[in-house]
């Protein structure tokens, strides 16, 4: 079975995986959660990074890729 990671992205620059070991379709739901996107989020924590880091979003991929 294939796995997947999510990566954070941010848009100054940078990127860090947040989770592994995925299957897509946990990946998937981990990227449509309104709490992974700085855009969308509302939790303490997401404001606190955004404020920090500045706007960012998670995606996924293989673990092959970079």
Do not use: I, K, N
Not at 26 to 44: L, N
Not at 47 to 66: A, E, H, K, L, S
């Amino acid at each position: 079975m294939e796995r997947f990671r999510v990566v954070r992205f941010y848009f100054r620059g940078g990127r860090r995986t947040v989770r592994r070991g995925l299957t897509e379709e946990q990946a998937q739901r981990h990227c449509q959660d309104p709490e992974s996107s700085s855009e969308t989020a509302t939790g303490s924590d997401a404001r606190r990074r955004t404020r920090r880091m500045g706007p960012w979003f998670d995606g996924y991929t293989d673990r092959g890729r970079r």
